[in-house]
């Protein structure tokens, strides 16, 4: 099967630009996970839809960050307006989430480098 | 609440010498672990997973890890550490969420490094 697919890979913005991430899940998966990684840290949860409903988002700034997931496939991350501390990689995952109760592990994109100067 | 603690940051060992990473977890319900690989400028792949079925797991390349609940533990463990191996290993636990989708909390990783 094809993997979670993002784009860009890399991005430099100065700060109070404003960036977009995309994000392509795995064919059939229901659960997708924006997560942020700065650098010598492990990921952390941004937001977690289910199908295009969120449900999670309680560590999204959402002052400045947002995200959608239209028609509950492809998904968006936007950070308007950026700044110096949003520098890490944001990674996208899926999972096909089954029944209520069980996991599904997660299936992780390569990533999205973002540098905010 | 669920939280997952990696006791080491960095771990070197010799090649062909054994690996443990530790990884120490809480969990109000019966959570399911996993054990996910990052090499350089790469995303995360997964390792192997636990959820409650045999204690003890075998994973990709080489890698096993035991769930022991007693001791809130999930070790990972390799017998013998090879060049490639080099990378960041997080432990990660998942909690069912029975009226939501399930909860999904990473460790802070733990770098392993191999001595030639």
């Known amino acids: 099967e094809a993997g979670v697919a993002q784009s860009p890979r890399y991005k430099i913005i100065e700060k109070r630009q404003s960036v977009a991430f995309w994000c392509n899940p795995i064919?059939?998966?229901?659960?997708l996970y924006w997560y942020q990684q700065i650098l010598g840290q492990g990921p952390k949860l941004l937001i977690q839809f289910q199908n295009n409903g969120v449900v999670d988002d309680s560590q999204l700034p959402k002052d400045r960050f947002s995200a959608e997931r239209l028609k509950g496939v492809d998904s968006t991350l936007k950070i308007q307006p950026a700044k110096l501390e949003d520098s890490a990689v944001y990674l996208c995952a899926s999972s096909r989430e089954g029944r209520q109760g069980a996991h599904s592990p997660l299936h992780f994109g390569n990533g999205t480098r973002l540098t905010v100067t | 609440a669920q939280s997952v603690t990696q006791l080491d940051s960095h771990v070197s060992v010799s090649e062909g010498t054994p690996v443990l990473l530790r990884c120490n977890y809480s969990?109000?319900?019966?959570?399911?672990l996993f054990w996910y690989v990052q090499h350089p400028n790469k995303g995360l792949q997964l390792l192997l997973k636990?959820?409650?079925?045999?204690?003890l797991v075998k994973g990709i390349n080489g890698f096993e890890a035991e769930f022991k609940k007693s001791e809130t533990s999930f070790h990972l463990t390799k017998p013998s550490a090879h060049m490639s191996d080099a990378a960041e290993y997080f432990c990660?636990?998942?909690?069912?969420?029975?009226?939501?989708?399930?909860?999904?909390?990473f460790g802070s990783g733990t770098r392993l490094s191999i001595r030639p």
């Open positions: 969990s109000s319900y019966s959570p399911s």
């Open positions: 990660v636990v998942s909690e069912p969420g029975y009226s939501s989708a399930s909860k999904i909390i």
């Open positions: 064919s059939g998966h229901a659960t």
């Open positions: 636990y959820t409650s079925a045999a204690t």
